[in-house]
């Protein structure tokens, strides 16, 4: 299902994740979607790569993603490659926050397919509030959930986007097993979506332009800070070098 990429993947805590800048990874999205050939891209947690280094299933379930982009700040952290990376912004929030301002405005259809019932009614709301032009469709998965049910409903609706939130390794055993059967334009796959205000994708939890501001200077001030007390401590360390050379050679 991959697409070769122009930007090599980066390896972080044992998974290859994709270091896209938000808008370019929104475009892609996009793409896919127009081709309404059925792709799925993944939102990886922290806990989750660490899970998946042991796991049989994660190495296809990654490998076939047509993206693979970061799920939680500290996964945003370890990337090495830093200039994907926006100031004062949580990367799927803001990626979810365009993505559905943009399906919105298009009156796309959306299917949402989540584990956890208190997301699923905090995901619903906010679209409801914010991108109410979405027509959307949703079911809570539970263990007793019927997947040809699942597939027949999503079929029904034909959305151009499929949000599936759970366990990975259910969400790739479902891709395996009924993927072929679905009819919709892309499917975005991540274990939270939304979870509290640090990560809600309600535009109320982005930084405003005055709070980057002073964070840049906080940033400022703290850097110059830790060069300070480093050229300090490193003066300090050169003094007593200089003072133990001296008594070596009082002593001789």
Not at 196 to 225: M, P
Not at 229 to 241: A, D, G, R
Request: glycine share 4%.
């Amino acid at each position: 299902m991959s697409e070769n990429n122009n930007i090599e993947r980066v390896r972080v805590l044992g998974v290859y994740v994709d270091p896209l800048k938000i808008d370019r990874a929104v475009t892609r999205t996009s793409r896919y979607q127009e081709k309404h050939k059925f792709e799925y891209i993944l939102f990886v947690n922290t806990a989750a790569a660490l899970a998946g280094q042991t796991e049989a299933y994660f190495e296809d379930y990654i490998e076939n993603a047509a993206l693979v982009l970061p799920g939680d700040m500290n996964l945003e952290e370890a990337v090495e490659v830093r200039k994907w990376m926006e100031e004062g912004v949580l990367y799927q929030a803001e990626y979810f926050r365009r993505l559905l301002s943009k399906l919105n405005l298009q009156h796309a259809a959306c299917f949402i397919l989540m584990e956890k019932e208190k997301q699923l009614q905090k995901l619903q709301n906010i679209i409801h509030e914010k991108y109410n032009r979405l027509k959307v469709e949703a079911i809570q998965w539970t263990e007793e959930t019927s997947m040809d049910r699942v597939v027949n409903k999503i079929n029904s609706h034909t959305p151009d986007l499929l949000i599936m939130c759970g366990r990975h390794e259910k969400m790739s055993t479902f891709l395996k097993e009924h993927g072929c059967k679905i009819n919709a334009g892309l499917c975005i796959c991540a274990e939270e979506i939304v979870t509290d205000g640090k990560t809600n994708i309600d535009e109320g939890a982005y930084a405003t332009k005055f709070q980057k501001f002073w964070r840049e200077i906080g940033g400022t001030i703290s850097q110059l800070l830790h060069d300070f007390l480093f050229k300090k401590q490193m003066k300090q360390e050169k003094q007593l070098e200089e003072a133990v050379e001296q008594d070596n050679n009082v002593l001789e």
